[in-house]
């Protein structure tokens, strides 16, 4: 017999979908790597989501660790996707190139602040650190973007 999804989890994915791609296009800098990511999230954590307090917050959290994740498995192996330079306008594709030249926690607390738009405290919580290094991590990071985008 086939398995119900709980109750909310239509609804949160149509209504969470399209902000978690978003996190995940701009970690990983390509479309079919978000897509993977997201969707391996909802399904890790499909039976969860009714137990959760906030479950944005958590899912939100759990695309960042997955893009992480591949952002790692993908350093391994060195392949390199070229699917995004055809598909996205000449800036993105600049904007894609330089964040991927971060390190992958100066990349997630740059994506979570200015493409998420939430605060130091929350991106903490999410890579596991104090608001402190999280400020630390974007200031670096901005260094580094203005030098590769010149």
Do not use: W
């Not at 695309?63 to 996205?88: F, G, I």
């Amino acid at each position: 017999m086939k398995r119900q999804p709980p109750v909310g989890m239509e609804e949160t994915y149509r209504s969470l979908f399209a902000p978690l791609m978003r996190v995940a296009l701009l970690m990983t800098g390509s479309n079919t790597a978000a897509e993977d990511a997201v969707h391996d999230v909802f399904v890790r954590c499909a039976d969860r989501l009714d137990d959760l307090d906030h479950p944005p917050t958590y899912l939100r959290a759990a695309v960042v660790n997955e893009c992480r994740a591949q952002h790692r498995r993908r350093q391994r192996a060195r392949r390199l996707d070229a699917a995004p330079a055809a598909q996205l306008p000449e800036e993105l594709v600049e904007t894609l190139d330089a964040l991927d030249r971060l390190t992958p926690r100066r990349r997630a607390a740059v994506v979570l602040r200015y493409f998420v738009d939430i605060h130091d405290d929350e991106i903490a919580q999410i890579l596991g650190c104090r608001p402190a290094t999280v400020r630390s991590l974007i200031r670096r990071a901005l260094t580094d973007l203005r030098e590769a985008l010149q």
